[in-house]
C-alpha cells in the first residue's frame, strides 16, 4: 500500500512537495511514477522513475517546472512541484509498476501494479 502526502492549497507559481512511502518499506516495482485527476477529467501521467538506472521522464505540461526522485534505500519518492499553475489542480497519486518500465508502460494508469490514495493539490489564482 502506498501513501502519499504533501498536498495542499497553494497561489499561482507557488510550489508544493509530495511524498509517496510504502509504510516504511521500499516501494517496490521495476518503475515508480506520479498520476494526476484533474477535477472531471481522466486520470493522466505526470512523472515517473526507473528503479534500474534513475532515469526520470516527465509530461510535457509538467516538464521543467516539476522534479521527481526518490531517496537511495528506495522507501521514498518525491515530486517537487514548482511554478504551480490553476491547470495542475489535480488529485496527485503515487504508483508503482511491477512488469516493465517502457514508456509505453508506464504512461498507461491501467498498467500500473499498486497505488496510493491519492493527495489534493489545490493552486488558486
Known amino acids: 500500500q502506498l501513501v502519499e502526502s504533501g498536498g495542499g492549497l497553494v497561489q499561482t507559481g507557488g510550489s508544493l512537495r509530495l511524498t509517496c512511502t510504502a509504510s516504511g518499506r521500499a516501494i517496490s516495482g521495476v518503475v515508480i511514477a506520479w498520476f494526476r485527476q484533474p477535477p472531471g477529467k481522466e486520470r493522466e501521467f505526470v512523472a515517473a522513475?526507473?528503479?534500474?538506472?534513475?532515469?526520470?521522464y516527465y509530461t510535457a505540461s509538467v516538464e521543467g517546472r516539476f522534479t521527481i526522485s526518490r531517496d537511495s534505500a528506495g522507501n521514498m519518492m518525491y515530486l517537487q512541484m514548482d511554478h504551480l499553475q490553476p491547470e495542475d489542480t489535480a488529485v496527485y497519486y503515487c504508483a508503482a509498476g511491477r512488469r516493465s518500465d517502457s514508456h509505453a508502460y508506464y504512461t498507461r494508469p491501467e498498467a500500473m501494479d499498486d497505488w496510493g490514495r491519492g493527495t489534493l493539490v489545490t493552486v488558486s489564482s
Open positions: 522513475i526507473k528503479r534500474r538506472n534513475g532515469n526520470a
